[in-house]
């Protein structure tokens, strides 16, 4: 039996990877949307991808990124963004029934100050990066 698996974020680093993993299996139908196709964080474009695709799953990788200075200069921005991308993407999955999502979520846990190269054994082990 097929499943329609929607990859919110495919042309990403992990979002590419998982659709190359789950396009191995010729009963997974992958469903992807550009940025200037969907904007993710329009409510009703998403409520739309949802009542006309009939997602099975969901893997959430979407997400409004930039780097140490855009983080900086835009903090709320990147902050609502955000949400606003996963509270519509997981509220229409909820909405939909859809059987399975797996939500995906970074920061950079490096501490500011950290010795370079970076070992793991430094994760954690001092002020985080303020900006993220």
Known sequence: MSKRIFVAGHKGM??????RQLSKD???????????????SNQQGVAELFANEKIDEVYLGAAKVGGIHANNTYPAEFIYDNLMVECNVVHQAWQHGVQ???????????????KQPIVESELMQGSLEPTN
Do not use: H, M, Q, W
């Open 26 to 40: 010729p009963n997974n139908e992958i469903v992807t949307r550009t940025r200037a196709e969907l904007d993710l």
């Open 100 to 114: 399975k999502l797996l939500f995906l979520g970074s920061s950079c846990i490096y501490p500011r100050l950290a």
């Open 14 to 19: 992990v979002g590419s990877a998982l659709v």
